[in-house]
Nanobody
Framework: EVQLQASGGGLVQAGGYLRLSCAAS????????IGWFRQAPGKEREAVSC????????YTADFVKGRFTTYSDNAMNTVYLQMNSLKPEDTAVYSC??????????????????WGQGTLVTVSS
């Protein structure tokens, strides 16, 4: 059974940083992608980033590009979301998800098959 667990959220002041972790287990595929998503209160879920297992390539949403970085350990059992220069509008529940195959340039934000529970990030002004 595929399991994903996001952790590392918390309360931080604007301008601060956090690193989220996504622990993935219970699967045997060689080629997959892990995406980060967020959902703020009263808003729709947004795709934040994607990282592929085959080449480590990443895609990042424009609204966090330059502030957020996605990377993984060598085995890609854990994927990280380094969030710098946080803003109050980054406040959301952050979740990770897994998709078969690589991050696809024109659709990396959709089609995920497995989802984990999220972790709350609160950025105070």
């Amino acid at each position: 059974e595929v399991q994903l667990q996001a952790s590392g959220g918390g309360l931080v002041q604007a301008g601060g940083y956090l690193r989220l972790s996504c622990a993935a287990s219970g699967f045997v595929f060689d080629d997959y992608a892990i995406g980060w998503f967020r959902q703020a209160p009263g808003k729709e879920r947004e795709a934040v980033s994607c990282i592929g297992s085959s080449d480590g390539g990443t895609y990042t949403a424009d609204f966090v590009k330059g502030r957020f970085t996605t990377y993984s350990d060598n085995a890609m059992n854990t994927v990280y979301l380094q969030m710098n220069s946080l803003k109050p509008e980054d406040t959301a529940v952050y979740s990770c998800a897994l998709d078969y195959g690589p991050c696809v340039p024109d659709s990396w934000w959709e089609g995920y098959d497995y989802w984990g529970q999220g972790t709350l990030v609160t950025v105070s002004s």
